[in-house]
């Protein structure tokens, strides 16, 4: 009698991990912050093609960062001239199957050089964003992905199907959220300079 | 450690609560429950719950008004 074949996929802890992870972000913003306690927030998202961006939970975020995967990781600082017109200036580099966790260090020095090619003064936040991949990089010519979360302003001037500026866009300029990153700012120098000379 | 200019959110009353979402959108949602808005004002989950409320009563008075 011949054997019966199984039916169905096989169980695959990979092809799992691949699904849940496959398009996922993190960011942060320095200048927003939870009015409840004052902190910084990281938000982790996961993209799933029926439900678009969801956040997601503390177990998944923890999973998210704790395997190596592929990120592409950007610093972004949003400016301000006096006169109102709006820019963001940002550094990006590829972290092919590595734990994000594992380059903290590579943040403090993206984040240097980001300040340095402005004046501090018309920057009214800052902040970091990394998206994963799995199989082959998406394409991405005007680096679109390190927008989300931008002013919608910020993000026409580099994508004009405003379907997607809607979908992308996040909190927008305002005198608080500038005063705020200063303040936070002026904290994360000292702070650093503390650790430096330690 | 400087005082953070944090916006001072909490004692908004529910209409203003709905104000602010009706007006400047949603952002994004943090897995916290609470929601950062287009102005970056984050909202509580509470203060979220008060605006969902909002949304399933409207909901439940128009199924309420259709003749079947």
């Known amino acids: ?198 | 450690m400087s005082q953070l200019a944090i916006p001072q959110d909490q004692d908004l009353t529910d209409g203003q609560i709905m104000a602010l979402v009706d007006v400047h959108g949603v952002a994004y949602f943090h897995s916290s429950g609470c929601v950062v808005l287009k102005n970056g004002t984050w909202l509580q989950p509470e203060q979220w719950q008060v605006h969902l409320d909002k949304m399933i009563n409207e909901c439940e008075t128009e199924n309420g008004s259709h003749d079947y």
Not at chain 1, 53 to 72: F, H, S, T, V
Not at chain 1, 111 to 117: E, G, K, T
Not at chain 1, 166 to 194: C, F, H, I
């Open chain 1, 1 to 198: 009698m011949p054997k019966s074949r199984s039916r169905g996929k096989a169980n695959s802890n990979l092809a799992r991990d691949h699904k849940m992870f496959s398009t996922c972000h993190l960011f942060t913003w320095e200048g927003l912050l939870n009015a409840k306690d004052g902190e910084q927030y990281t938000t982790a998202q996961t993209y799933l093609r029926m439900g678009g961006w969801c956040p997601m939970g503390e177990y998944l975020a923890d999973q998210l960062i704790k395997r190596p995967r592929n990120w592409m990781i950007g610093v972004r600082a949003l400016c301000r001239a006096p006169d109102g017109t709006e820019w963001m200036e940002s550094q990006m580099f590829d972290l092919p199957s590595r734990r994000i966790g594992d380059i903290s260090d590579a943040y403090h020095e993206l984040r240097a050089a980001v300040l340095s090619a402005q004046q501090t003064r018309q920057v009214y936040d800052l902040g970091w964003i990394a998206q994963t991949w799995a199989g082959r990089k998406p394409e991405d010519h005007n680096e679109l992905w390190h927008y989300y979360y931008a002013p919608p302003g910020i993000i026409r001037q580099v994508c004009r199907d405003d379907a997607v500026i809607r979908r992308m866009a996040g909190p927008v300029y305002s005198e608080s959220r500038q005063a705020t990153w200063q303040l936070s700012n002026k904290d994360y120098l000292e702070q650093r300079a503390r650790e430096l000379a330690a």
